[in-house]
């Protein structure tokens, strides 16, 4: 079945580091560019990272790049999001997207056709 799975949240201290990963089955994604972005509740969902469907190329938003880094696995079905330095504002539900007919990299949600279940990243002591 064609889907977006979503594992690696959680709930760690400020400081501290995880990597959520993105895991594309199916056909329809073997061209597409995968972003990641977050939603706080309360706030509009914000774009984190994007990545092209062969992982040369990436894309970050300004306040995410000196932390956070996006990258393919070696089978290239998979999208990771490394965050470091984690701090209290990165709590929010972090989400993958596919856009599979990419011709730039961005961070434009209604571009994007495909989207994980989402999952919750909590930074607290």
């Known amino acids: 079945q064609e889907q977006l799975a979503q594992s690696g949240g959680g709930s760690v201290q400020p400081g501290g580091s995880l990597r959520l990963a993105c895991a594309a089955s199916?056909?329809?994604?073997?061209?597409?560019?995968v972003g990641w972005f977050r939603q706080a509740p309360g706030k509009e969902r914000e774009f984190v990272a994007a990545?092209?469907?062969?992982?040369?190329?990436?894309y970050y938003a300004d306040s995410m790049k000196d932390r956070f880094t996006i990258s393919r696995g070696n089978a290239k079905n998979t999208v990771y999001l490394q965050m470091n330095s984690l701090k209290p504002e990165d709590t929010a539900v972090y989400y993958c997207?596919?856009?599979?007919?990419?011709?730039?990299?961005?961070?434009?949600?209604?571009?994007?056709?495909?989207w994980g279940q989402g999952t919750q990243v909590t930074v607290a002591s």
């Open positions: 199916g056909r329809t994604f073997s061209s597409c560019a």
């Open positions: 997207a596919a856009d599979l007919h990419p011709l730039k990299l961005h961070g434009q949600m209604n571009q994007y056709d495909y």
């Open positions: 990545i092209s469907w062969s992982g040369s190329n990436t």
